[in-house]
């Protein structure tokens, strides 16, 4: 029998400390911004509730006590007894900025942890966000792979995420002396995926319930 946990929202259509997961999921699915954790007692939770999010939510603070445990937050379900898997904090995390799509491109890779940029490129002449999004990613997996580093890589771009484990891109975006810039990365990018092994993971960054990628540009 699973060991019961309580949830604390500090975020939600009703802040407090619920005992089942389907509780939490009715008082933060669809609510903008949702903060919440989980803990292994009622005292414990009830402590977090009291401290405030500040702290406790997406900081990797080890609130049960166990020492280098990420702070717990969650993956939307899709069934309503199924509680998500927790962010690895342990991870970099992209994300592309555009001004237009297509149009100048840029992207980064940031600390998921603390948000500290751990490499950029760009302004991109021109470009689309997906495309963007899969240079991010592969630039992350090249300078992990570098620095002999398993750490996971979170993107919300779900096309970029299924380019990359299929090892080439699927765009409209035309080949031409416009797009002769990026194009270029996106052959040397593909190439590297090609002729290299990793074995970091590379996940979906689950928006609707962590809130914006660490590494947004904020300019939606």
């Not at 292994?40 to 997406?58: H, I, L, M, T």
């Not at 603070?61 to 166990?66: C, I």
């Amino acid at each position: 029998m699973a060991k019961q946990k309580y949830y604390v929202v500090w975020e939600g259509k009703r802040p407090g400390v619920y005992g089942t997961w389907a509780e939490c999921q009715a008082q933060t699915n669809q609510f903008a911004g949702a903060k919440f954790k989980a803990y292994e007692s009622r005292a414990e939770a009830e402590a977090a509730f009291k401290a405030g999010w500040k702290g406790n939510w997406g900081s990797g603070a080890a609130a049960s006590g166990t020492k280098g445990k990420p702070a717990s937050s969650f993956r939307r379900s899709t069934a309503a007894a199924s509680e998500p898997a927790d962010i690895d904090y342990d991870s970099v995390s992209v994300d592309v900025g555009t001004h237009g799509n297509p149009g100048p491109v840029e992207y980064k890779g940031v600390d998921t942890r603390t948000g500290e940029v751990i490499f950029s490129c760009g302004p991109i002449s021109k470009g689309t966000n997906n495309l963007g999004e899969f240079l991010a990613i592969v630039h992350a997996l090249a300078l992990l792979k570098k620095q002999g580093s398993s750490r996971t890589v979170y993107s919300d771009s779900a096309n970029a995420l299924k380019w990359v484990k299929q090892k080439k891109v699927a765009t409209t975006l035309p080949r031409d002396h416009t797009t002769e810039e990026i194009w270029l990365m996106v052959d040397r990018a593909v190439g590297w995926l090609q002729s290299n092994q990793y074995e970091n993971k590379v996940l979906k960054w689950q928006t609707s319930v962590w809130g914006e990628i660490k590494a947004d540009y904020g300019r939606k």
